[in-house]
């Protein structure tokens, strides 16, 4: 897995795990953010952290989860030292960074939440 795909689930990750850290009208920035997302990931991971760098709060979660994913991905060998791939074609999503950022933010933000949407679905 590349270091910006790493970026990319870090970013997912705390915006499903860290709802409370982001604010109301820091959801239409990122949605506007989303809407804006580049199809290439380092561009992608780019955005992100310009974008981290305004919330200290969502930036050091988002730089912890980094850092746990560093390690849990060298101990399951999905990655060597060095970020060496080791066959990781099997473990990667079919979906881009890009569309995988605007599914969690769309699933994750209020403002898209519907008070009875998801108790309607049985």
């Known amino acids: 897995m590349s270091i910006?795909?790493?970026?990319a689930i870090a970013f997912i990750q705390v915006i499903e795990n860290q709802v409370n850290l982001i604010a109301d009208e820091n959801w239409q920035e990122l949605n506007q953010l989303s809407n804006e997302l580049p199809e290439d990931d380092e561009e992608i991971t780019e955005k992100i952290e310009d974008w981290l760098k305004s919330y200290p709060s969502l930036c050091e979660a988002y730089k912890q989860k980094l850092?746990?994913?560093?390690?849990?991905?060298?101990e399951d060998h999905n990655i060597g030292p060095g970020g060496a791939k080791l066959n990781s074609s099997q473990n990667q999503s079919s979906q881009s960074s890009k569309e995988l950022i605007q599914n969690a933010i769309k699933e994750n933000s209020?403002?898209?939440n519907k008070p009875n949407s998801k108790s309607a679905i049985a």
């Open 67 to 74: 850092k746990s994913m560093d390690k849990s991905l060298t």
């Open 110 to 112: 209020p403002l898209s």
């Open 4 to 7: 910006n795909k790493k970026a």
